[in-house]
């Protein structure tokens, strides 16, 4: 049995379907589309620092977020330092089927390739203004080192992995970050909503991307 299966989304991008959990990896929407309008331009675009920005994500999959980030980093001349947390890395040669740089721009082939052959557990500069050091391992085993400037937030749904909503793991994400700094996620469902309130975020409700109401914008003041 395909432990993995291949989708297109509505914007023309692939994505990963898990037959065991019923669930894919980014909206059926559309997989690019997604990413974009929640970690890009309602996360990156709002960071206000001069020197490096530090990025967390919870839930690496694809490394989508990762790539969209490096291509902004080179754009905008803005050195990134990425942290990729994944508890089942996805094979790269799965990976390089989705065919994610024709949908970001030319030249990018480059840089999605290292980001996913280089090694885990180790600082790669993938290029002058992006690091990576992905690492594999559960969010609940993360212990923070440096603070973080910005979090994806994008595990699988509260439906289907309901422990990676945890209000413990919220109050780590709080704690992880840096005065001013956000969380972001397509999660907009009230109990969670509630949680991070709890734990100190302040929160913003966002128009979601195309097919989503909502979403969810968190920061520590
Ligand atoms: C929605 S997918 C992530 C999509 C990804 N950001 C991308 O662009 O492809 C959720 C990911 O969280 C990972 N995951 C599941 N449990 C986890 C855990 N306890 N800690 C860290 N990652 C986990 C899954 O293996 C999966 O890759």
Known sequence: MNTHEIRVTGDGSKTIFLPELNETYHSS?????????????????????????????????????????????EKNN????????????????????????????????KIYDELIHCDWEIENQLSPHFS?????????????EEPTDLIYFDAFGPRVQSEMWDITILDKMFQSLNSGGSLVTYCAQGQFKR????????????????????MTRATRI
């Not at 997989?31 to 690496?60: T, W, Y």
């Not at 094979?91 to 030319?106: K, N, S, T, V």
């Not at 734990?199 to 966002?206: A, D, N």
Request: aromatic share 8%.
């Open 29 to 73: 929407n559309g997989a690019v589309q997604e990413s974009l309008h929640i970690f890009i331009q309602n996360g990156l675009d709002l960071v206000k620092k001069k020197g490096p920005i530090r990025i967390l994500e919870v839930g690496f999959g694809t490394g989508l977020n990762a790539f969209l980030s490096a291509s902004w980093a």
């Open 78 to 109: 803005q050195p990134i330092h990425y942290i990729g947390i994944e508890a089942k890395p996805l094979p790269p040669e799965l990976c390089f089927q989705l065919d994610y740089p024709r949908h970001i721009g030319q030249n990018t082939e």
């Open 195 to 214: 949680d991070l309130k709890a734990v100190g975020f302040s929160l913003e409700s966002l128009p979601g991307p195309p097919g989503k109401r909502e």
């Open 132 to 144: 990576i050091h992905k690492k594999e391992m559960k969010i609940q085993d993360f212990v923070t």
